[in-house]
T-cell receptor, first 110, second 114 residues
Framework: SQTIHQWPATLVQPVGSPLSLECTVE??????LYWYRQAAGRGLQLLFY??????ISSEVPQNLSASRPQDRQFILSSKKLLLSDSGFYLC?????????FGQGTRLTVV | AQSVTQLGSHVSVSEGALVLLRCNYS??????LFWYVQYPNQGLQLLLK??????LVKGINGFEAEFKKSETSFHLTKPSAHMSDAAEYFC????????????FGQGTELSVKP
């Protein structure tokens, strides 16, 4: 069966520090992959999506970037975090008509 | 482009009462629609989905939703609320023109009073 792993679960980082969040999928090949951010009390904002290795589409101009070095690996990065980058980050993959989500990473920038 | 609108950011019901969470969609093609539930500090769990088969869709935990094309709606209902239903609920549609991304509504927080 398909599973999605996302880590770490929580992260506290100082302003200006780098960020790397990793997401891996098992049990499927060539999935569409997505990074969403959920700010406190707000809905889900799509940040990036990828339909294949090395193919990244950005939805919102921001301080973040994404990469897909392998078929089932999706990485969210930042060179220098801002306070506004705090939030709950969710990785997801879509196969057919269903999307599956990781457990999320709670990022607090201090 | 497809979009969804959830009416009401907060809904409060009493335990045992009917739950009704509203979702309206905008789509130029037959949509694929979803309801997800999110418990605090967790990912999203699929409740149910509509993929152009039966218009009344039954999901997990006693929830169901009815696709009404004439009203462009996909409201989520449950006959009798349980305390464990308290969570955030999201309606979503697939945007096939752009990588098949899921477009989410703003979410509705459901509170259940004893």
């Amino acid at each position: 069966s398909q599973t999605i792993h996302q880590w770490p679960a929580t992260l506290v980082q100082p302003v200006g520090s780098p960020l790397s969040l990793e997401c891996t999928v098992e049990g499927t090949s060539n999935p569409n992959l997505y990074w969403y951010r959920q700010a406190a009390g707000r809905g889900l904002q799509l940040l990036f999506y990828s339909v294949g290795i090395g193919q990244i589409s950005s939805e919102v101009p921001q301080n973040l970037s994404a990469s897909r070095p392998q078929d089932r690996q999706f990485i969210l990065s930042s060179k220098k975090l801002l306070l506004s980058d705090s939030g709950f980050y969710l990785c997801a993959w879509r196969g057919g008509t269903e999307a599956f989500f990781g457990q999320g990473t709670r990022l607090t920038v201090v | 482009a497809q979009s969804v609108t959830q009416l009401g950011s907060h809904v409060s019901v009493s335990e045992g009462a009917l739950v009704l969470l509203r979702c309206n969609y905008s789509s130029s093609v037959p949509p694929y629609l979803f309801w997800y539930v999110q418990y605090p500090n967790q990912g999203l769990q699929l409740l149910l989905k509509y993929t152009s088969a039966a218009t009344l869709v039954k999901g997990i935990n006693g929830f169901e939703a009815e696709f009404k094309k004439s009203e462009t709606s996909f409201h989520l209902t449950k006959p009798s609320a349980h305390m464990s239903d308290a969570a955030e609920y999201f309606c979503a549609v697939i945007e096939y023109n752009q990588g098949g991304k899921l477009i989410f509504g703003q979410g509705t927080e459901l509170s259940v009073k004893p």
